[in-house]
């Protein structure tokens, strides 16, 4: 055999082994095939699912971008289905009622659980999100002791006044989107440990004559009030009412007083109050009579009382007796005037008129609404105490009342066992009193049109600035609701005593005392008192406003706080004494408006009635829950925040989804 050549046997074997490799180089190339196509489909796959997932990420954005702009908050459900034009489709579906959240203590009224579906090519991604409004968190007004917005934009000055042991007393931060003025010896804010003043105006400190120094000058941040209408006070569909248990439902936390009196209209019991000089009566004296009507003890609001006789209020201008018409008045107090006894379980009397207003369970933890004014003073009845009743650990409770809320008694909340201690007891001791796991929110909201009381004498004059003023051809209101001139030449068509105002004072009856209580006004906080005596009042809670807090408690009474021997440059000559530059003649005898005067070659100050208000901080750091609180005024995009999240593969949105 020759070199190279192979024998027929073993040319068989190497066709043999050929066809082996050629055979192991096919299946390689098979398994090469379909693991690169395997890989392939993997890619695509997983390509069309990142597509898919940030199809759905997008269509949360989405969502959280349309829940922001929606024009009313609360009304969060919606479906929508977005196509791309590489046929992609989203799907973004909202509901509410999902899971209560909590946040720095507080139950987000407002929560929903966003769903977004994406499908690439047979590839579905989900996403569900729960989310909450965070301008539900409450409004920066609790976080101040004073806070006035000055929302009709008009310039204006905060002031704190007095002199020694007769300045005010603010215990606590004070905020104006204004400026800030305090007097050189009032014991305010701005030296009060860490509080402090902010103001988007001027802080200043005025001297003996009134020239301001500067102590910074501005620059805080803007804070809008609170929107009151986004809260859903007078929407009927929240209404609790004991008589139906179609409105008994975990969504029914308002409780209509109108509403109430109108049901128990057969059943309604004609009672005898008394109307303190503060605001009514000719004169300044108690006018006694049966007017009023009382709810039976049945009722879920059987401590408010209507006075459906006399539809007047009573001008607070000291000397003015103007009676101003206007619609209802409802009370708080007790029946019976100053006599002993009770009423049914409601109201019980302890002596120098201590009225107990004892809230059920079934009256704890609600908005009560009220379509008129309401008042804290009627004779008799000068300690108000909220106490809980058999069953209620914790007294929640929060008062709106659509027009003014007038304060001129005290308003304790404390436990049962304590009431009896009140009589002589300091502001200190009335403090200590205070039940630390109940509270009180009274809440004033405009009735339409309203105005500044600039001159706060309680009525409408020419010129005042109107606020939501409507369309000027519309019909004068009908009968007592007519303005004091009898004319609406300005264009004014509100209440003539105005609405969404707190007054705050009894320029008769006098002093208040303790409030315990956090109050807001979405127009102005009115702070009244009387001249002579001791008018100090003791407020723990706050005092604020959507508009401008006017906390001058000068009266007419002068006292020497300068030595100068002739009137400063500048001051207007009346009637051989000098006045501040800008002062009328028919300002001098007004203490809200000229506080100073020269004559006898020294500088005169009004006497002053000292203000102490405590910010009563149990609802920043959640302690107490008072239901319905304004909520932060922003409706931005990024005021609904995510808390969790879940990623459901491959499932689809049935028609109809409602979240687990």
């Not at 006694?288 to 006399?310: G, H, T, V």
């Not at 609405?499 to 209580?517: E, K, L, M, R």
């Not at 000098?578 to 005898?589: E, F, I």
Request: charged share 20%.
């Amino acid at each position: 055999m020759k070199l190279g050549m192979f024998s027929r046997k073993d040319r068989g074997s190497v066709m043999i082994a050929v066809s082996f490799v050629i055979m192991m180089i096919s299946v390689l190339g098979m398994v090469y095939s379909m693991t690169t196509l395997a890989t392939h489909r993997l890619t695509i796959s997983y390509r069309d699912g990142d597509m898919a997932m940030a199809g759905a990420m997008a269509g949360v954005e989405y969502g959280l971008h349309k829940l922001a702009y929606l024009a009313d908050q609360t009304a969060v459900d919606f479906a929508d289905q977005i196509s791309l034009a590489n046929g992609q489709a989203i799907r973004v579906n909202s509901r509410g009622g999902a899971a209560q959240i909590i946040i720095g203590g507080n139950p987000m009224a407002t929560v929903a659980m966003l769903e977004a579906e994406s499908t690439v090519r047979g590839v579905t991604k989900s996403v569900r999100v729960t989310v909450y409004n965070d301008s539900e968190e409450i409004h920066e007004l609790y976080y101040k002791a004073i806070f006035a917005a000055n929302s009709h934009g008009v310039p204006y000055t905060l002031e704190f006044t007095g002199k020694d042991n007769d300045a005010d007393d603010i215990r606590g931060d004070a905020h104006n989107n204004g400026d800030i003025e305090f007097s050189l010896n009032a014991f305010s804010t701005w030296n009060w440990g860490n509080n402090k003043c902010t103001a988007t105006g001027l802080v200043q400190r005025v001297d003996e004559i009134g020239v301001p120094n500067l102590i910074k000058g501005g620059g805080d941040a803007y804070i809008n009030a609170p929107d009151l209408r986004g809260m859903g006070y007078e929407n009927p569909a929240r209404r609790y009412r004991e008589w139906d248990g179609a409105f008994q439902g975990p969504a029914n936390d308002i409780i209509d007083v109108g509403d109430a009196y109108a049901h128990y209209a057969g059943s309604l019991q004609t009672i005898r109050i008394a109307q303190e000089g503060g605001y009514f009566g000719a004169g300044g004296y108690y006018e006694w009579n049966n007017s009023a009507k009382a709810l039976p003890d049945s009722a879920a609001a059987n401590f408010f009382q209507y006075d459906y006789q006399n539809h007047y209020v009573k001008s607070y201008t000291a000397g003015d007796d103007t009676r101003i018409d206007q619609t209802k008045n409802y009370y708080v107090g007790a029946r019976n005037g100053g006599t002993s006894g009770t009423y049914g379980n409601i109201y019980g009397l302890y002596g120098g008129g201590h009225a107990v207003i004892q809230i059920s369970p079934q009256q704890n933890n609600k908005i009560y609404y009220v379509d008129g004014n309401l008042w804290f003073d009627s004779d008799g009845c000068n300690h108000l105490f909220f106490v809980p009743g058999p069953g209620v650990d914790k007294l929640n409770i929060t008062i709106v009342v659509k027009g003014n809320v007038y304060i001129g008694d005290q308003i304790w909340t404390i436990p049962d066992d304590k009431q009896k201690n009140i009589g002589g007891s300091t502001a200190a001791q009335a403090f200590s009193m205070l039940d630390p796991d109940s509270g009180i929110a009274l809440i004033a909201m405009n009735d339409g049109e309203t105005f500044d009381d600039v001159n706060k004498n309680g009525k409408y004059d020419e010129g005042e600035t109107i606020v939501g003023r409507s369309n000027p051809a519309t019909p004068l209101p009908a009968g007592n609701n007519a303005s004091p001139e009898g004319t609406y030449a300005s264009g004014y068509r509100g209440r003539m005593e105005g609405s969404g105002n707190v007054v705050f004072g009894d320029t008769i009856d006098g002093p208040i005392g303790v409030v315990h209580a956090f109050l807001y006004a979405e127009n102005n906080f009115v702070d009244i008192t009387s001249s002579g005596s001791d008018q100090t009042s003791f407020t723990r809670g706050n005092m604020t406003a959507g508009n401008r807090v006017y906390l001058s408690r000068n009266y007419l009474e002068w006292q020497s706080v300068k030595n100068l021997g002739s009137a400063p440059v500048g001051w207007i000559n009346i009637d051989g004494k000098y006045y501040p530059p800008g002062t009328s003649a028919g300002d001098v005898n007004n203490p809200f408006v000229v506080d100073r005067v020269w004559y006898s070659g020294k500088i005169w100050a009004r006497r002053h009635n000292p203000l102490q208000v405590t910010l009563d901080d149990r609802i920043v750091d959640g302690t107490i829950k008072l239901p319905g609180l304004p909520h932060s005024a922003s409706l931005n995009e990024g005021t609904w925040t995510p808390v969790a999240m879940q990623v459901v593969d491959g499932r689809v949105l049935p028609d109809g989804w409602v979240p687990d």
